[in-house]
């Protein structure tokens, strides 16, 4: 639970400025040496190993030659980074493989297996592996289901290629940095130190300490001790911001030393601080990391939710809709397009003159604004929210961040930005409230009536309203959506991994059980229909017969349902009273399925 705040520099002087591109350049040319040691250790026993004994790195040049780079202790910060990160990239690959498994037609066992190797990362691992669950707990995983596991891997990292640290920003803790308030200086409220890469030689030592005990004497503290091969510490004044200020936590020991694209106006105010590699201009920042533990659970104890549910359907139209009826962001899609315009028409210009668009500063800014309108506009239509609804639990759709009225471009950019923003929200709600959430299957839910059930593409007659076929319901089509996001009123398990067909074939099911249950015992007479039971009406036949869906349904439940010369309702008979055969026909309704037994056998 860590909060990281970028605050730039204040009027660093240049030879600070090469002090800090020189660690930066360190850390960044040795990580690769640390990755390629890493890399070694993942295949030869299963897993990234960041406390590695010395022993280890004395057997490879690459290593002792960074260590004289860097020294032990940045050696030992470096190591720790770049196993974090190479541990986040098998964390996404380890995602894919379990998608992969999933959607293969391998048999329950194999997958069983196959999954249990995922869950211990041990596809490269020459440990053995046992079941830890299910009718084969405790039994050794054979040897060629883990020859399977590492072929599937190895699939799965040849599409991928490896982390490169060529923009790693380095962390670096306690030991060779600090970070503390002004004691006299008036020039910065908080003051950073880091200690320079090339040690100190006696005449250079000798000569820093007579000018800090004079220093010292004048500001009232305790002079610095400088001594002959000891790394000099350079003080770095910070811009502190009202969010950095208001955050609350406790300030952790760690900086990071951060370097990025300077802004328009950091270039037009001069505050760029050097040239990236690619030319363009760039300025040093300094992560500070608050631990957020204590406040957090502060904030927690004192949540008190007020409903235990709520749905939520997103969209592009309107960026939020609730099975409660509200709808936040309505204007959404009107400052996308605003943005869309924006960008591709410069996009457009740029390309006609030959230049590529992400060299130009103006094009950079427009797609930055994008960014942090998109994470701004998610962050206040979910705290809006908390704020009137207060939930614990919140359950939305597999998002697919894409509208037709956008530009292949847009649609890219809010593909790759909508998705990590609406997680790290939803994460930071978790962490800050306890409000967890679940994503669960959207199959069909924008054209099933959430009143009745009955699904077809005709039922949404625009984007924002939906009326229904078959019981004639009129309701805004993203709160219909949002409704049947829900476990109690959706037609089969959500969370489930399910194929579109087998969702669209339980929905089917469902309705028509619905309507068999209504119509049990009513009389076809044509004076009579459509019929009412309580509150409930029929709808025509002809609804279900010219409905595309329930013939692609039901005709692996129900053979000869394409070879009827008359489509009536499926799963109903029809059939003559025994009493009277010259009676009317009657519609005998056969029982209710269990279907939740139906799809969890798939």
């Known amino acids: 639970m860590k909060r990281c705040d970028h605050l730039p520099l204040l009027d660093a002087n240049p030879g600070k400025i090469r002090a800090l591109l020189a660690i930066m350049k360190a850390f960044r040319d040795c990580a690769p040496a640390v990755a390629v040691q890493q890399w070694r250790l993942f295949f030869e026993t299963g897993r990234f190993n960041k406390y590695t004994p010395a022993a280890a790195d004395k057997a490879a040049p690459a290593l002792m030659a960074a260590k004289a780079v860097l020294g032990a202790q940045r050696l030992q910060m470096l190591r720790f980074q770049v196993v974090g990160q190479l541990d986040g990239f098998m964390g996404n690959r380890a995602n894919e493989f379990k998608d992969t498994v999933l959607g293969s037609s391998l048999d329950e066992t194999t997958r069983h297996q196959l999954l249990t190797i995922n869950c211990a990362g041990a596809w490269f691992s020459r440990e053995p592996v046992s079941m830890m669950s299910g009718p084969l707990q405790g ?26 640290f060529s923009r790693m920003n380095p962390n670096i803790d306690a030991r060779q940095a600090s970070v503390e308030t002004a004691q006299s200086a008036r020039h910065g409220d908080l003051w950073i130190s880091v200690a320079t890469l090339a040690p100190l030689d006696g005449p250079t030592a000798r000569w820093l300490s007579v000018q800090d005990e004079a220093r010292a004497t004048r500001q009232g503290r305790e002079p610095e001790a400088f001594r002959a091969g000891s790394h000099r510490m350079i003080h770095l004044p910070v811009r502190s911001h009202g969010r950095f200020e208001s955050r609350g936590g406790d300030l952790a020991k760690t900086v990071q030393l951060i370097e990025r694209p300077a802004s328009p ?30 406040a957090f659970r502060e904030s927690r104890k004192a949540y008190a939710p007020r409903c235990e549910e709520i749905c939520v359907d997103f969209g ?66 979910l705290n809006r929210l908390v704020e009137i609804r207060a939930p614990a639990h919140l359950v939305l759709e597999r998002l697919d961040f894409r509208g037709a009225d956008l530009s292949r471009r847009m649609n890219r950019l809010l593909a790759n930005c909508g998705r990590s923003v609406l997680r790290a929200k939803l994460k930071d709600l978790k962490e800050r409230f306890g409000i967890t959430s679940v994503e669960v299957n959207p199959a069909y839910s924008s054209q099933t009536c959430s009143c009745c059930g009955y699904v077809s593409r005709t039922n949404r007659k625009a984007q924002d309203k939906f009326v229904c076929g078959a019981c004639g319901r009129t309701i805004h089509a993203d709160i219909n959506g ?63 017969v010219s409905n595309r869906y329930f013939g692609e349904a039901l005709g692996s439940v129900i053979p000869d349902w394409g070879k009827r010369p008359e489509k009536q309702a499926p799963r109903a008979r029809r059939l003559k009273s025994r009493d009277d055969p010259s009676g009317p026909e009657k519609v005998t309704a056969p029982p209710a399925q269990d279907l939740v037994a139906d799809v969890s056998t798939g």
């Open 139 to 164: 039994q050794v995983i054979p040897d060629e289901i883990r020859k399977l596991a590492r072929t599937i891997m190895r699939a799965v990292l040849a599409r991928h290629r490896r982390p490169r």
């Open 265 to 294: 106006r950091a270039v037009k105010l001069g505050r760029w601080t050097h040239r990236l590699a690619d030319g363009r201009p760039g300025e040093l920042v300094i992560g500070l990391v608050s631990d957020m533990k204590a």
């Open 316 to 381: 592009l139209r309107t960026m939020l809709a609730t099975d409660r009826g509200d709808l936040l962001g309505r204007d959404w899609m009107d400052r996308l397009m605003w943005h869309d315009a924006r960008i591709s028409g410069l996009a457009a210009r740029l390309q006609a003159q030959g230049i590529r668009p992400n060299r130009s500063p103006r094009y950079r800014a427009m797609v930055e604004s994008l960014r942090g309108f998109i994470e701004t506009s998610v962050g206040r239509a």
């Open 482 to 544: 949002s409704r049947n996001l829900g476990g109690g009123r959706s037609a089969f398990d959500r969370t489930a991994r399910m194929t579109k067909a087998e969702s669209l074939q339980a929905t089917v099911i469902r309705h028509l059980e619905r309507l068999g249950a209504a119509r049990e015992g009513v009389v076809l007479d044509p004076a009579l229909w459509p019929p009412r039971t309580r509150d409930r009406v029929i709808p025509e036949r002809s609804v279900y």
